[in-house]
């Protein structure tokens, strides 16, 4: 038979006991790796309206570039790169989400889907953004060359420069994270 894989099944001991019904009763506990995140609860949520708002920047960035109706929004290698930028955007928010519920002393699972998903989230929207304009400047490259069209270029060419909005929103988002999640503190478990 195979079961579910489950990363996190390490990190948890269980114990049988008898409640006050007599009934057998599994009791989980968490010994798994602990982060402790270097500010207190206040600083926390002060923390945790940035977060928040370079989500917004990214995702607004993204927006503003699907409302420009280039010529390029017609073919399909340029969309689909374009599209798929909006996967690690809103992942993001499910990050911020979590890393609002939890504490500032986290378990490995919140702190895998709280603030490294963040992290992970701005990396693989500045990678998708870079692809997504390599993917446009060649249709710019061909458009100009061979088929000699000028018609929509200025559209084409901002459109082709709000990949840095959205590549600067994440990077800004970087730096942020480097100047406050720096300082988390890893209990190792054993």
């Known amino acids: 038979m ?20 007599g009934r057998f009763r599994d009791r989980f506990y968490y010994t798994g790796d602990i982060y ?3 500010f ?3 600083y926390k949520k002060k923390t945790y309206l940035p977060c928040i708002g370079f989500g ?18 017609k073919t399909v ?13 809103l992942f993001y928010f499910l990050g911020v989400m979590e890393y609002g519920m939890a504490g500032i002393r986290m378990k490995k699972p919140d702190y895998e889907k ?15 953004s870079l692809i997504s304009a390599l993917a446009d400047g060649v249709y710019l490259i061909r458009s100009l060359i061979q088929d000699g069209r000028t018609v929509g270029m200025g559209r084409e060419i901002l459109y082709f420069a709000c990949h840095g909005l959205t590549i600067g929103a ?21």
């Open 2 to 21: 195979i079961g579910l894989h489950n990363k996190y099944k390490e990190d948890y001991e269980h114990v049988p006991e008898v409640d006050g019904k």
């Open 36 to 38: 402790l995140l270097p």
């Open 40 to 42: 207190d609860e206040v």
């Open 56 to 73: 917004l920047l990214m995702l607004g960035a993204l927006l503003g570039q699907g409302l420009l109706n280039q010529p390029s929004s």
């Open 77 to 89: 290698w340029v969309v689909l790169p374009y599209l798929a930028q909006f996967l690690p955007a």
């Open 114 to 128: 709280g603030v490294q998903r963040m992290r992970y989230c701005a990396i693989g929207l500045i990678a998708l």
């Open 170 to 190: 994440a990077l800004g988002f970087g730096v942020y994270y480097d100047r406050i999640f720096s300082g988390i503190t890893h209990e190792k478990s054993k």
